[in-house]
């Protein structure tokens, strides 16, 4: 009664062993020291002097000691056997079936590894430490002293190596994830010092773009200085106007990292302002007005309307007002009654405007002709001033910039 009485305890101490190191292993992200751990609660709970962990090594074609406990110095991380019928390890990893070896004295089919006479082992277990596609390796505990095991401690050591096997898996998954954080946050990493490049050689682009368009607008000035030519001085005006155009675009992306899309409104009052002060132009005699909405568009678009709004405004000032007194106002918003389509109005109060016919030589046919390139309609009206009013697709201009025909 009394050996029943003490089998029970045991076995009840041996699955609270089982059970306080699943806990364990479920929280602790070293796999080694999972492992040494596990060789020190089975060789107490068993009650013997050793206890190891092989790992198979697919390459190798071998068994080497993972973790141990109470062997001699060298053996950990040193030591290996064949996996093979020619060891007790190898031949229950190859089986996959456990193994009990009561006195190894006495087996004579064994090629034994070297580590067993150093340190006297007589008896041994063995069990497969499963894995998801093939074994993981070996649990084992040894003793110097011959010993009867039985099947209670093969199950013992089996719920141990289960228990091994999912320690094992896991920290496979999350070596795995972790590694795949690091590959994501080195990519994240790779992408901001790109794209930090690419803000310093855009920002450089641009500062050389802007200069160049100051530049040649500086030369235009000095030569419309020297020419005397009233017909050739409108020309070089209007290229010094598109030119100087161009370069506050330029100025206003400057805020926007050079973007390929940007806020047209925004831009628009910019422009309107720094055509107002062009003209040199006092409030109390012409006067301009600019209400708009933030409309993002392409900097194609961006660069052709301003062109577009440039021309329009330049013909109000020098034709509209011959007594040199006006209003111009200029409007920019989403057409209430057609989805996806911006209204563009720039209407004055002057004399009216009859537009000529659409040469290539003149500013209002280059007008006719980039508001055909951003897919645009134009209506003029001509009754107690000028009303030009410009529609065009903001969906489209914001995602495909001009026409084919103007790439």
């Known amino acids: 009664m009394s050996d029943i009485i003490a089998q029970v305890r045991n076995l009840r101490r041996q699955q609270a062993a089982v059970a306080g190191f699943g806990s364990f292993a479920l929280r602790q992200n070293d796999l080694a020291r999972v492992l040494t751990e596990a060789t020190r609660v089975c060789a107490e709970s068993l009650g013997v002097p050793y206890c190891k962990i092989c790992r198979f090594r697919p390459d190798e074609r071998d068994l080497i000691v993972e973790a141990g406990y109470g062997w001699h110095p060298g053996v950990v991380g040193y030591v290996t056997a064949r996996a ?38 007589i008896s041994s277990v063995h069990v497969v430490i499963r894995g998801d596609d093939r074994p993981y390796g070996m649990l084992e505990i040894d003793n110097d002293m011959q ?21 094992v898996a896991t920290n496979a998954r999350t070596t795995m994830l972790r590694s795949t954080i690091e590959q994501m946050k080195s990519l994240v990493e790779e992408k901001d010092r790109l794209l930090f490049q690419k803000k310093i050689l855009t920002e450089e682009l641009q500062h050389r ?24 001085q409108r020309g070089i005006k209007a290229i010094a106007r598109r030119v100087r155009t161009l ?19 925004s831009y628009l009052k910019s422009l309107c302002l720094n055509i107002a002060q062009i003209q040199r132009v006092s409030d109390d005699a012409v006067t301009l007005e600019c209400s708009s909405d933030p409309i993002i568009l392409d900097l194609d678009v961006v660069t052709a309307l301003g062109i577009v709004v440039a021309e329009l405004l330049t013909n109000c000032y020098d034709h509209a007002f011959p007594a040199g007194r006006g209003a111009i106002h200029v409007s920019l918003k989403s057409d209430p009654n057609d989805d996806g389509v911006v209204i563009l109005t720039i209407q004055d ?25 951003i897919r645009g309609t ?30």
Not at 148 to 164: C, E, I, M, P, S
Not at 212 to 220: D, E, I, R, S
């Open 247 to 265: 370069a506050q675009v330029y100025d206003h992306l400057h805020g926007d990292e050079m973007t390929r899309a940007t806020d047209f409104g």
């Open 349 to 373: 109060n002057g004399k009216g405007f009859t537009p000529v016919a659409r040469s290539k030589r003149q500013g209002i046919g280059l007008v006719f002709r980039l508001i055909e390139q």
């Open 378 to 407: 134009v209506v003029f009206e001509s009754d107690h001033g000028t009303a030009w009013i410009i529609r065009f697709p903001a969906v489209d201009a914001a995602a495909n910039g001009l026409t084919a025909s103007t790439r």
């Open 209 to 232: 773009v802007r200069n160049n368009l100051q530049l040649v607008y500086g030369m235009l000035s000095r030569q419309l200085d020297e020419t005397d030519d009233e017909r050739g």
């Open 84 to 121: 093979d019928q020619t060891n007790p390890q190898g031949r229950a990893f190859v089986t996959g079936r456990s193994l009990i070896c009561y006195d190894l004295r006495k087996e004579d089919g064994f090629e034994l590894p070297s580590l067993y006479a150093e340190h006297g082992i």
């Open 147 to 167: 010993h009867n095991y039985d099947q209670h401690d093969v199950d013992f050591l089996t719920g141990f190596a289960n228990v091994l096997a999912e320690a």
